[in-house]
């Protein structure tokens, strides 16, 4: 009886280690990369992940993420009735995004955090 609890023990060890490793092994794939192509589809999709990820509407380019693998995003500042900054110093700094390819996928990873957001209908390239 205590041999059968210890293999069940060995072999639910083994299954952790197998899931842990499934976990870090797309992240050894990915390639900083850039989006190609870029029409409608992909930059809804690039549009609903970035607000998503921050949970408001964000004005992004047109031609964001074609040109480099690097998107930060700044905040707006705070501003009188007139239009004129209220405090011309940022209290919250900039926040970064990464695109990377991973195999046929695009991802795109919040730097906060390293959250992981697959791109679709969406191509991308290697840089």
Same mark, same amino acid.
């Given at each position: 009886?205590i041999?059968r609890?210890? !293999?069940?023990?060995?072999v639910?060890? !083994?299954?952790?280690? +197998?899931?842990t490793?499934c976990?870090? =092994?797309?992240?050894e794939?990915?390639?900083? =990369? #850039?989006?190609?192509?870029?029409d409608d589809? %992909?930059r809804a =999709?690039?549009?609903g992940?970035?607000?998503? !990820?921050?949970?408001?509407?964000?004005?992004? *380019? %047109?031609? *964001?993420?074609?040109?480099s693998?690097?998107?930060i995003?700044q +905040?707006?500042?705070?501003r009188? %009735?007139? +239009?004129i900054?209220?405090? +011309?110093r940022r209290?919250?700094?900039?926040?970064q995004f990464?695109?990377? =390819?991973n #195999?046929e996928?695009?991802?795109?990873i919040?730097?906060?955090?390293q %959250?992981r957001?697959?791109?679709?209908?969406?191509?991308?390239?290697?840089?």
């Open positions: 009886m041999e609890t210890m !293999a069940g023990l060995l639910c060890g !083994a299954l952790m280690l +197998g899931v490793a976990k870090t =092994a797309p992240t794939q990915d390639k900083a =990369a #850039r989006i190609v192509d870029p589809a %992909s =999709a690039l549009q992940v970035v607000d998503g !990820a921050l949970r408001t509407h964000v004005n992004l *380019a %047109s031609d *964001a993420l074609t040109k693998s690097i998107l995003v +905040g707006k500042s705070i009188d %009735s007139n +239009g900054p209220i405090d +011309g209290h919250v700094p900039p926040i990464r695109l990377v =390819a #195999r996928r695009c991802i795109l919040d730097q906060r955090d %959250s957001y697959e791109l679709e209908n969406t191509r991308c390239e290697p840089e």
